[in-house]
């Protein structure tokens, strides 16, 4: 269920507010220790990383349905996308490429939905969609016409508990 316009002003107050800033500290923290452990090589895989913060009609939820900080989704839970900047992550040289790493993002939404579990009670989980795996080319008969590759996205689903 959505809040209402006037149940936002009374969610607006800081503390939800203090423990996101909490949360994406903790991820922050996740990342630069993952990424000074990694080589770039070990973090080329890519992928789709969202959170699921409920349950249904948790204040949490509803304050960030309402700071727009995430969106609504079909089961009542706020969902926020992991999407990262290179700001932070150390080496400089390699920061692009490990802020779209998929162990980078599942480092920072792990760390992230167990700040919001310790400090808000919040049932808070993980989803990973893999990008398809890159199969090598092979040679076919004919020289101009490509073999074609194909392959698909794999769901993997954590959930952190209360």
């Known amino acids: 269920m959505l809040p209402e316009k006037a149940d936002c002003a009374v969610l607006s107050d800081g503390y939800w507010e203090e423990v996101i800033l909490a949360a994406e500290v903790a991820g ?9 452990r990694c ?17 249904s009609g948790s204040p949490l ?7 727009r900080r995430a969106v609504h989704s079909s089961d009542d839970t706020a969902s926020i996308e992991v999407a990262l900047d290179d ?43 893999l990008d398809p795996p890159t199969l090598p080319r092979q040679r076919t008969s004919s020289p101009e016409m490509p073999a074609r590759v194909s392959g ?3 769901l993997a689903r954590e959930r952190t508990p209360a």
Do not use: D, F
């Open 39 to 55: 080589a770039a090589g070990e973090l080329t895989r890519g992928g789709i990383v969202e959170m699921n913060v409920g349950p």
């Open 87 to 129: 700001t932070g992550i150390p080496p400089a040289s390699s920061a692009g490429c490990k802020a779209s790493s998929l162990l980078v993002r599942q480092a920072y939404a792990s760390a992230y939905c167990t700040v919001l579990a310790e400090e808000a009670g919040a049932v808070a989980e993980r989803h990973v969609t």
């Open 61 to 67: 939820a509803a304050w960030l349905w309402c700071s």
């Open 28 to 36: 922050r923290l996740a990342v630069r220790e993952l990424t000074c």
């Open 152 to 154: 698909s996205g794999h």
